[in-house]
Structures are given as structure tokens and as C-alpha cells.
């Protein structure tokens, strides 16, 4: 076993995170099915492999828990929330649940601040970024979506966006690193 070169405290800041992941894991989950069950086949393929993207920010913490000499605890995930009641819906839903992530994201990264533990404040850094990009990539989906939904054609405009939601890359490209 390795020397424990995290402090109690930012483990178990770290277990929890993990666990919220998880969590994260299950609601894109539950949302994929339930996009898949109401006919959004493209919209669940995007939120199936979102759900893997999820389980691997678990999986990532997990490993620098163990690999700084911690251990960790596998612990129950909660119920996902209820089902959304549309597409709008589920995007609103899935920001939001990004949004709350990026804060405890932060919370992490003020308590590798204050204990000066600068291996996990340099950890840590990746997760900022990448919370940067998911909610960017979901508010990019809404504005898809408001586009689809102004044009009032039926269904036609829900069945392209499907389509491309079916083929949207899983990260999205950050203002400050487009090359002009
Ligand atoms: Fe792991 Fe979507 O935050």
C-alpha cells in the first residue's frame, strides 16, 4: 500500500464527487431510456454515451484516490429523478444537472486550494475544463433545439434534430481554444 498523500478530508470530498458522478451516470441513463421508449432513438444514443462519459469522470476519480494512497468507498448512487415531460425538458433537466456538478467541481478545487495539496488542485483542473465543454455542449443542444421547435412543421424539425443529435460528438470545443 502507498503512503497516503491525501488528507482525510479531501478523499472523502473526492469519494463523494465520485459518487456524484455516478450519480450523473444514472440520470443520463434514465433519461436515454426514457428518449428511447417516446421514439428520440438519435437523442438516446447522444444521453447512452453520455452516460459513459459519466462513468469514466467516475472512474478517473477513483483511480487518483487510490493512486495518491486513499481508498475508496463504493457507495450507493440515489434513484435518478422523476422523467422529464418533453425534449426541451430533458435538455433543461441535463444543464441544470451539469450546471450543479460544475459548483461542486469548484468546491473541490477551493479545498485543494486551501490545503495546499497542489497534486489534486493540478487533478482537479481537467474536471474545470471539462465541465466547461459539457456545458457548452448541452446549451448548444437547447439552441438546436429552439431552432427545430420555431419552425412549427410538424414533427419534420424534431426528426432532423434527432438525427443530429444521434451523430453530436460528446464534448464541445472552448471559446478560448478555437484557433482563429
Ligand atoms: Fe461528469 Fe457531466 O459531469
Not at 7 to 12: I, P, T
Not at 92 to 105: G, R, T
Request: charged letters at 30%; proline letters at 3%.
Amino acid at each position: 500500500m502507498s503512503t497516503k498523500r491525501i488528507s482525510d478530508a479531501m478523499e472523502k470530498a473526492l469519494n463523494d464527487q465520485m459518487t456524484r458522478e455516478a450519480f450523473q451516470a444514472q440520470v443520463y441513463l434514465s433519461y436515454a431510456s426514457w428518449a428511447e421508449v417516446n421514439s428520440f432513438s438519435g437523442i438516446a444514443n447522444f444521453l447512452y454515451k453520455h452516460m459513459n462519459e459519466e462513468r469514466e469522470h467516475m472512474f478517473k476519480i477513483l483511480k487518483y484516490i487510490n493512486d495518491r494512497g486513499g481508498e475508496t468507498k463504493i457507495e450507493a448512487i440515489g434513484a435518478p429523478p422523476e422523467n422529464p415531460s418533453d425534449i426541451k425538458d430533458c435538455l433543461e433537466k441535463i444543464l441544470q444537472h451539469e450546471v450543479d456538478n460544475s459548483a461542486e467541481i469548484d468546491k473541490l478545487v477551493n479545498q485543494a486550494h486551501e490545503e495546499k495539496d497542489w497534486a489534486t488542485f493540478s487533478f482537479t483542473q481537467w474536471f474545470v475544463k471539462e465541465q466547461i465543454e459539457e456545458e457548452s455542449l448541452i446549451n448548444g443542444l437547447l439552441d438546436k433545439y429552439t431552432l427545430a421547435s420555431e419552425q412549427k412543421e410538424g414533427n419534420a424539425n424534431y426528426y432532423e434534430l434527432d438525427k443530429d443529435l444521434n451523430k453530436a460528438p460528446q464534448s464541445a470545443e472552448i471559446p478560448r481554444e478555437e484557433k482563429l
